[in-house]
């Protein structure tokens, strides 16, 4: 009898309890406005990437991926990192500081991506009041080095518990600042092109104030819920009261997002596993 695959982590992972939340989309967005902040990184991005004429299509294919990796097989998560591996082997970038040309898939650069995009998703989560205690925060980060080897990094290279994290971001500061780059990227991701649907009745004249003030909202949400040291460089004050009315909105978000019907909530792929795991449990008991 075929073994059932429930990939990489399973329903018992701290990884499945944590991307079943779709306050997540606030975490990616503000994952994004906090690697800008590393120029090198940066550069490779601007370089190689057409996010300005595709910014919607760039989101959706990232957020299939990470789906992909939480929620796919394992062979269909192994194959999403190996498209992924191959794409950055082509790509190099140059340096804006130094005029060195250097490829995309640098460990420290894979690295920063993969830190700010695993503790966006954590913080985010924990400050929209998803119960997540110490030892369950640990445990997501030492999963998700399992996402970073499929990226090609040394699973052992990768923080794998919050004080790694806390003592990464305290190594990494002093190579962040603010960058033309940097500013650019974080105008656009606050005010990007609407989606075709969105932006077409505007074309012929319709009011669209409130998706757009809408976006905005969610915009302004997702940077001030970064750490205050980001805030500060990007020019904000990094006042303990910018962190509190994140906290509330973020909280408030979450709530009416849980109470969208389910069908709404969860995608194909998160269905998918939630049925592989089904009948992995039900095999269990009839053999048990």
Request: no cysteine; hydrophobic share 40%; proline share 7%.
């Amino acid at each position: 009898m075929d073994t059932v695959d429930v990939g990489l982590f399973g329903p018992g992972s701290v990884t499945w309890k944590l991307h079943q939340e779709p306050i997540l989309f606030v975490a990616g967005l503000r994952s994004l406005y906090l690697q800008a902040l590393h120029p090198r990184a940066m550069a490779g991005v601007a370089q190689n990437s057409n996010y300005r004429q595709d910014a919607w299509g760039r989101l959706l294919r990232t957020a299939e991926y990470v789906g992909t990796t939480v929620y796919g097989t394992t062979d269909e998560a192994e194959r999403a990192g190996r498209r992924l591996r191959r794409l950055h082997a082509r790509m190099t970038a140059i340096d804006p500081a130094t005029g060195e040309r250097f490829r995309i898939d640098e460990p420290d650069l894979l690295r920063w991506v993969h830190v700010t995009e695993v503790e966006s998703f954590l913080d985010t989560a924990r400050r929209a009041g998803v119960p997540l205690d110490a030892d369950e925060v640990d445990r997501y980060y030492t999963e998700q080095r399992r996402t970073a080897a499929l990226v090609g990094l040394a699973p052992e290279t990768v923080p794998g518990t919050a004080a790694e994290v806390t003592d990464y971001y305290q190594r990494i500061r002093p190579e962040l600042r603010m960058t033309r780059e940097a500013a650019e990227t974080a105008l656009f991701l606050t005010a990007p092109p609407l989606p075709w649907k969105l932006s077409l009745p505007a074309r012929i004249g319709l009011n669209l104030g409130p998706p757009r003030w809408a976006y905005l909202g969610i915009a302004g949400t997702a940077l001030a819920l970064l750490p205050s040291w980001a805030r500060r460089l990007y020019g904000g004050l990094g006042l303990p009261t910018t962190a509190l009315s994140a906290d509330v909105t973020v909280r408030a978000l979450r709530l009416a997002l849980t109470a969208l019907p389910r069908d709404w909530r969860e995608g194909p792929m998160q269905r998918a596993a939630k049925e592989r795991a089904a009948q992995l449990t039900a095999t269990a008991g009839t053999t048990g």
